[in-house]
């Protein structure tokens, strides 16, 4: 299953997920890429920044489709 499919699967299911999340899960090490394509292809994919471990990244979940 590609890196693409399982994230947005995730996300459907309502999680949320930040880069070194995507790194441990699914070995993705382009999240912002993988999230920008799941834009492209219709899905509503938010981002919010977020303190983790005192550094600001990012955090996708999903809306609505």
């Not at 995507?22 to 303190?51: H, I, Y």
Request: proline share 3%.
């Amino acid at each position: 299953m590609s890196q693409r499919l399982e994230i947005q699967r995730h996300l459907a299911k309502g999680h949320t997920i930040t880069p070194m999340q995507a790194f441990l899960k699914f070995g993705c090490l382009a999240l912002s890429q993988r999230c920008t394509e799941l834009r492209r292809d219709g899905w509503p994919v938010k981002t919010r920044m977020v303190n983790v471990n005192g550094k600001r990244v990012a955090q996708y979940s999903m809306g609505r489709k």
